[in-house]
């Protein structure tokens, strides 16, 4: 007999976990996520967040607080460059300005804010949304049978073991996890290449701006290779080192030798000031490594973030993929938890999002390579390719998407996808009762379809369907209803005709594009069922 009856067990509850924990409330699902550690991250950690992640917060609710909580921490729209030392000579430029140029495909920026503050912001829109988060608390053993979970749970400071029983579970438990190596899961890639160290430190950093709005600075020089990072009013920061000494043959076990003393020394060497005091707060070691699990999904339970791709922080994918993960298996479990897809639509999250973390994983590998590390080769390279088509312009090929075989590449500009099966349904600015609102926020919970102007056919088959069926599906079609598309936008951003539809996933991916001007009940009936894993949907 379990003391605790869930729906899903989540196995970790930092950045990723409590995503999941989050979006699954959303979804109207009321997980357990259990957290060894006593409260939410203490370190800063990711801090560059994508657009897509100020998306799926949009859709939950929290974007604004987000973005008004990551003003008081940094100054936005910091640049990415590279310098010798950061008194001394600037060597690169990656990112002049992180929003510059990318407004227009999206309602959302990007910004710069912790996880040590952010964190309490997803907790406690998870609490609002009825997660029952766990903190000093070790998920201990976890088996599945036929049927369901059934994990022992252990408080680190009463000792308390509890039975939970879940019908599914999701591994959020980072780059080491225990449940992966539990499962047999093995990982691929290129592994560990560097034992590195963020080291957090006080200092008077101002005045060695001079100014200078940076988000990332990579500092290269004869003595270190690694990345700045500083907060608002700049008296702290991090750096994080990835290799010492001789740059073309440098040591990578950083850690190994990173005392108090020595740490100083490389945080005074990359301010290239040697008059600043600096004090150190902790030294973190972590692993720089690029590797992917073989497998997102065993049985009932899946692996999302860390624990199922590890890759260096250089682009700042990692929590943002993880988050991503979350996005695309809460939908999916809510659905077969409702009774409202078939549980073979589970098996798409592993179709769908590996070789998006694979992608990622390799797109972070080669700007570690080309930005930190240029002694590890170019050989087997991928190229850099636009960080906005990593962030907002990935793809899915999954049973769920009615796609043809040859459409769509995996990864494209978000200004190219054009509502193409598969891909994020792109933004576009409408107005509804006097109110500009975006595309985006259509999306985000239901099913949608989105139906041109003169699409009045397929929408009575639409509404035909929708009176059949026990799961909610929205209908919007733009140009009646009261929602505007004033600059006539719609049909290029989505590839559609003035009589055509389209079926938004509630993760806001296009699940199916009508190729014909008219369309009974059955055809709506049979992009549902498959986007859904149902046999039949009505009968
Ligand atoms: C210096 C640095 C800078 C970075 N910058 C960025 C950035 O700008 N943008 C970005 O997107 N990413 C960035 N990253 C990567 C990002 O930090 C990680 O991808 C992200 O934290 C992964 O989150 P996670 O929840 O998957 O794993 P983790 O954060 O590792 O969390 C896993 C959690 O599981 C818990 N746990 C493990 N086992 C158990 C168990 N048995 N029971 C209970 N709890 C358990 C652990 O205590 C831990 O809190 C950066 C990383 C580093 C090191």
């Given at each position: 007999?379990?003391?605790?009856d869930v729906p899903v067990?989540?196995?970790?509850?930092?950045?990723?976990?409590?995503?999941?924990?989050?979006l699954l409330g959303h979804h109207g699902v009321r997980a357990?996520?259990?957290?060894?550690?006593?409260?939410?991250?203490?370190?800063?950690?990711?801090?560059?967040?994508?657009?897509?992640?100020?998306?799926?917060?949009?859709?939950?609710?929290?974007?604004?607080?987000?973005?008004?909580?990551?003003?008081?921490?940094?100054?936005?729209?910091?640049?990415?460059?590279?310098?010798?030392?950061?008194?001394?000579?600037?060597?690169?430029?990656?990112?002049?300005?992180?929003?510059?140029?990318?407004?227009?495909?999206?309602?959302?920026?990007?910004?710069?804010?912790?996880?040590?503050?952010?964190?309490?912001?997803?907790?406690?829109?998870?609490?609002?949304?009825g997660?029952?988060?766990?903190?000093?608390?070790?998920?201990?053993?976890?088996?599945?049978?036929g049927s369901g979970i059934?994990?022992?749970?252990?408080?680190?400071?009463?000792?308390?073991?509890?039975?939970?029983r879940a019908a599914y579970a999701?591994?959020?438990?980072?780059?080491?996890?225990?449940?992966?190596?539990?499962?047999?899961?093995?990982?691929?890639?290129?592994?560990?290449?560097?034992?590195?160290?963020?080291?957090?430190?006080?200092?008077?950093?101002?005045?060695?701006?001079?100014?200078?709005?940076?988000?990332?600075?990579?500092?290269?020089?004869?003595?270190?290779?690694?990345?700045?990072?500083?907060?608002?009013?700049?008296?702290?920061?991090?750096?994080?080192?990835?290799?010492?000494?001789?740059?073309?043959?440098?040591?990578?076990?950083?850690?190994?030798?990173?005392?108090?003393?020595?740490?100083?020394?490389?945080?005074?060497?990359?301010?290239?000031?040697?008059?600043?005091?600096?004090?150190?707060?902790?030294?973190?070691?972590?692993?720089?490594?690029?590797?992917?699990?073989?497998?997102?999904?065993?049985g009932r339970?899946f692996?999302?973030?860390?624990?199922?791709?590890?890759?260096?922080?250089?682009?700042?994918?990692?929590?943002?993929?993880?988050?991503?993960?979350?996005?695309?298996l809460a939908w999916k479990l809510a659905l077969v938890l409702q009774g409202q897809a078939e549980p073979e639509l589970l098996a798409t999250y592993?179709?769908?999002?590996?070789?998006?973390?694979?992608?990622?994983?390799?797109?972070?590998?080669?700007?570690?390579?080309?930005?930190?590390?240029?002694?590890?080769?170019?050989?087997?390279?991928?190229?850099?390719?636009?960080?906005?088509?990593?962030?907002?312009?990935?793809?899915?090929?999954?049973s769920a998407?009615?796609?043809?075989?040859?459409?769509?590449?995996?990864?494209?500009?978000?200004?190219?996808?054009?509502?193409?099966?598969?891909?994020?349904?792109?933004?576009?600015?409408?107005?509804?009762?006097?109110?500009?609102?975006?595309?985006?926020?259509?999306?985000?919970r239901n099913f949608?379809?989105?139906?041109?102007?003169?699409?009045?056919?397929?929408?009575?088959?639409?509404?035909?369907v929708s009176r059949q069926l026990a799961m909610p599906v929205d209908?919007?079609?733009?140009?009646?209803?009261?929602?505007?598309?004033?600059?006539?936008?719609?049909?290029?951003?989505?590839?559609?005709?003035?009589?055509?539809?389209?079926?938004?996933r509630p993760d806001?991916?296009?699940a199916?594009?009508?190729?014909?001007?008219?369309?009974?009940?059955?055809?709506?009936a049979?992009a549902l069922a498959q986007a859904t894993a149902r046999h039949t949907l009505v009968s």
């Open positions: 007999m379990a003391d605790l067990l989540v196995v970790g509850g930092s950045l990723v976990g409590m995503s999941t924990a989050l357990l996520a259990v957290e060894h550690h006593r409260g939410t991250a203490i370190h800063p950690r990711a801090a560059q967040i994508t657009q897509r992640t100020m998306e799926i917060l949009r859709a939950v609710g929290i974007e604004s607080i987000v973005r008004e909580k990551s003003g008081e921490q940094f100054v936005q729209d910091g640049a990415v460059v590279a310098v010798e030392t950061l008194a001394g000579r600037e060597l690169g430029s990656f990112i002049a300005n992180l929003n510059d140029g990318i407004r227009d495909v999206s309602p959302c920026e990007r910004v710069f804010i912790s996880q040590s503050l952010l964190e309490p912001l997803l907790k406690s829109r998870a609490e609002e949304l997660a029952d988060l766990r903190f000093a608390t070790d998920v201990v053993s976890c088996e599945q049978d059934t994990a022992q749970i252990e408080h680190r400071d009463t000792g308390k073991v509890e039975t939970v999701v591994a959020a438990d980072g780059a080491h996890s225990r449940m992966r190596d539990r499962l047999g899961i093995a990982t691929r890639g290129r592994g560990v290449f560097s034992r590195s160290v963020t080291i957090y430190f006080r200092a008077d950093i101002g005045p060695l701006l001079r100014g200078r709005n940076y988000s990332v600075i990579y500092v290269n020089n004869r003595t270190l290779r690694g990345f700045f990072r500083f907060e608002k009013p700049f008296e702290r920061g991090f750096l994080a080192v990835n290799a010492i000494g001789d740059p073309e043959n440098p040591v990578t076990d950083v850690a190994a030798s990173a005392t108090e003393a020595q740490c100083v020394e490389w945080v005074r060497t990359a301010l290239g000031a040697d008059d600043v005091p600096i004090t150190i707060e902790s030294v973190m070691p972590w692993n720089a490594e690029a590797a992917s699990a073989e497998r997102y999904q065993d339970l692996l999302a973030g860390d624990a199922a791709h590890v890759m260096p922080p250089n682009g700042g994918f990692g929590g943002n993929t993880g988050v991503q993960d979350a996005q695309n592993d179709a769908e999002r590996r070789p998006v973390g694979e992608f990622t994983t390799e797109q972070a590998y080669s700007r570690y390579v080309t930005r930190t590390a240029p002694y590890l080769g170019t050989a087997g390279l991928q190229p850099v390719a636009p960080d906005l088509n990593i962030e907002l312009g990935y793809g899915y090929s999954s998407v009615c796609r043809d075989a040859d459409e769509s590449p995996l990864h494209d500009s978000p200004r190219e996808t054009k509502g193409r099966p598969g891909t994020r349904a792109p933004h576009l600015w409408l107005r509804r009762d006097g109110e500009r609102i975006s595309t985006l926020d259509l999306f985000g949608v379809f989105l139906a041109a102007p003169d699409a009045g056919t397929w929408c009575d088959s639409v509404r035909a209908l919007h079609r733009v140009g009646a209803d009261g929602l505007h598309d004033p600059e006539h936008a719609l049909l290029d951003a989505y590839g559609l005709t003035s009589t055509g539809i389209l079926l938004v806001g991916f296009v199916w594009r009508s190729k014909t001007p008219t369309g009974s009940p059955s055809a709506v049979a």
